[in-house]
Every structure is written in structure tokens, then in C-alpha cells.
């Protein structure tokens, strides 16, 4: 088969062909269909971020937002059928035993196996997958539309679901890109007023196809002063991957707001002690997140709820692709086509 291989950390990936893989007794074997590419790719390509790096699979296949169809199955696999559609996330395996598992944050499993970092993912026409954690698909998504929400919409849904957005409140986006764009849809579907912030005018018109109701200017003071103006806002997600994202983001904060992490600089964030006992403000985190996060997913874009804007792109063109991501040029996401017959 042919697959993107990550043979040293650095700018590109090659294009090889290799065996396809053999499923295990627990695995499936997936004809990939299409496959998304995150920014956490080119951060694992790059070596930049050094957990991934540590943990990273030598010639590693990278992608973890996959979609494609089962052509193969183990001898203990009785979930799926041969010719089930499936996505496979993130989270390649968990262990259901340790703390976390067992309350119900599967996403945080300290034996978890990572797709795409620890074990193969979709960057190729053929890839293993545990069959407990590929999630059947809805017959309405075509496998383009499917493949970015397993991650960039599982991702901004906890997130989203983590800050307990509820109906009413003000929630500020800053980053329209292929997260962003997802975050306003979820909290505008979860009857939040969606505020989208971004520097680039086109990635807010994307924000505003797609429900936002109010549009600012991440870089304008004026904006800013604005928002903070209405009182600031209960909720704020930053999808966008610069530490001046966060600093700008706090300051929009009301009292007992809370600052949802999402995107990864690379340097480390700071707050303001006294500004954070002063507001009672909340920073937390957010990982991925867990299969019944993931089902939910594909219920609101099964509903019509959710709409990933995407662009096609064949395998073979992986670099481009990153080299486009590199300089922020990319609205939506970008969905690579990894079978030859698809």
C-alpha cells in the first residue's frame, strides 16, 4: 500500500510503498477512505512539542482523524461487520482499568495508545484499528465530511462540554480555523451568544457563515476594549495556537469566567495571580475526548447541526498541505484521499 511515512522529525514526510498491515484478534483492518490533517500532525511531523516527541513511534504513519470502511477482522472482533463504516480517533486504545477510565475520562487513560503518534494512523490506504474504539458512522456523512470531526470536532465539543456552555451565556471563539469554526456551530447549537475572533477578515466570514453573532478583530484594541465593554464574555475557547491568544482571551473574561485551553503554543501561558483571584477566573484544559463524546459528535452533524468546511486533497500531497498549514492558509480543514479506489 502506499502511506506518508515520518522516517526523521523535520518539514516533510515521505511517500512509500509499504505492507499493508495484519489486524490482531482485537483489530480491524480499514480500507481509509479520507483522513484529516491537524495541526497536532505537523506538531508531531516537526518534533516540536517534546511529549509527542517522546512518544512517537519510529517511521511513523501519522493521522488520527480517519474514516473508511472494514475489510478485515479479528478472530475476537463481534462489533463490526465487514463493510461497516468506521472512524477511529485520537485514542487507538484505552485501557478501561486505571482512575481515570473508570469515572469516565477515558480521554485522560494513563495506558492509552495514541493513533497517528504511538501506533500507525491514516495517512495510508490501509490501517489497523482497535475494534472497541472504531465508532460506526452515520449514513448521512460522506467520509470528507465525517473524517475532521474526529478530531477537530470531538476536541472543541469537550472543550465546549468542559466549560459547561449553556444557553445564553456570551461565549468568545478565538481562532476561526478548523476547529473554530466547529466551536461556533456547538455553541451556537447549544443556544450560546457565539462571539468570533480572529486577525485574518476571511477566516471571519467563515465565522459568520456559520452562525456567529458577533464578528471582532483579535488584534484591534478598539475591539477588544468593546467586548470587555458588554461585560466580557462567561466563556472563552482558544483554538488558535499563539500565546497572544490567551493573553487577549483572559483580559475578555467576566467575573468567574473561564479560559478553555485548547491550542498549543509553544511557549507556556501566563496569568496574572491577582487577576485570577480577583475574578474568581478558571483556566482548564481539554483533551480530545472520550467514544460517548465522539458518538454525540456525529449525532449533532447527523442532525445537521455540524458542517466541517473542507477541502479534498490527494495523499500524495501531504506536504503541501503542511507547508500550507505552516503559514495559516487554510479555512476549514483539509481532508486527504487515501484510497486509490475511492
Known amino acids: 500500500m502506499q502511506a506518508a511515512i515520518l522516517q ?10 509499504v505492507a499493508r498491515p495484519q489486524p490482531g484478534a482485537d483489530d480491524v483492518l480499514i480500507q481509509v477512505e479520507a483522513c484529516g490533517v491537524c495541526h497536532s500532525d505537523l506538531h508531531v511531523a516537526e518534533g516540536d512539542q517534546p511529549p509527542l516527541k517522546a512518544i512517537t513511534k519510529p517511521h511513523l504513519i501519522p493521522g488520527h482523524e480517519v474514516v473508511g470502511r472494514v475489510v478485515e477482522k479479528g478472530a475476537n472482533v463481534a462489533n463490526l461487520a465487514l463493510g461497516d463504516r468506521v472512524g477511529v480517533a485520537w485514542l487507538h486504545a484505552t485501557c478501561g482499568e486505571c482512575a481515570p477510565c473508570r469515572e469516565g475520562r477515558e480521554n485522560l487513560c494513563r495506558k492509552a495508545l495514541i493513533t497517528g503518534v504511538m501506533v500507525d494512523g491514516g495517512y495510508a490506504e490501509y490501517m489497523v484499528a482497535r475494534a472497541t474504539h472504531a465508532l460506526r458512522l452515520p449514513d448521512s456523512l460522506t ?24 444557553a445564553g451565556q456570551k461565549v468568545a471563539i478565538f481562532g476561526v480555523g478548523g476547529l473554530g469554526h466547529l466551536a461556533v456551530q ?24 456559520f452562525g456567529a453573532d458577533q464578528l471582532l478583530n483579535a488584534g ?12 466580557g464574555v462567561h466563556v472563552a475557547v482558544v483554538t488558535s495556537a ?98 486509490a479506489t475511492h
Do not use: H
Open 186 to 209: 456547538i455553541a451556537k447549537a447549544w443556544g450560546a451568544e457565539v462571539i468570533a475572533l480572529d486577525l485574518e477578515p476571511s477566516k471571519l466570514e467563515l465565522a459568520r457563515r
Open 242 to 339: 499563539a500565546k497572544a491568544a490567551y493573553d487577549t482571551a483572559f483580559k475578555c473574561l467576566r467575573p468567574a469566567g473561564i479560559l478553555s485551553v485548547v491550542g498549543l503554543p509553544s511557549e507556556p501561558l501566563t496569568f496574572p495571580a491577582l487577576s485570577l483571584v480577583a475574578m474568581e477566573a478558571k483556566v482548564i484544559g481539554s483533551s480530545v475526548g472520550t467514544r460517548d463524546d465522539m458518538r454525540a459528535v456525529l449525532e449533532l452533524a447527523a442532525a445537521g447541526k455540524l458542517r466541517c468546511l473542507t477541502e479534498t486533497q490527494p495523499l500524495s500531497e501531504v506536504n503541501a498541505v503542511f507547508d500550507r498549514m505552516r503559514r495559516g492558509q487554510i479555512n476549514g480543514r483539509v481532508v486527504l484521499r487515501c484510497c
Open 143 to 166: 467520509p470528507e465530511e465525517a473524517a475532521p470531526l474526529f478530531c477537530a470536532g470531538l476536541t472543541v465539543y469537550r472543550a465546549l462540554k468542559n466549560a459547561e456552555v449553556a
Open 220 to 231: 484591534s484594541a478598539d475591539d477588544i476594549k468593546a467586548l470587555r465593554k458588554q461585560g
Open 8 to 17: 526523521e522529525f523535520g518539514p516533510s514526510l515521505s511517500l512509500q510503498e
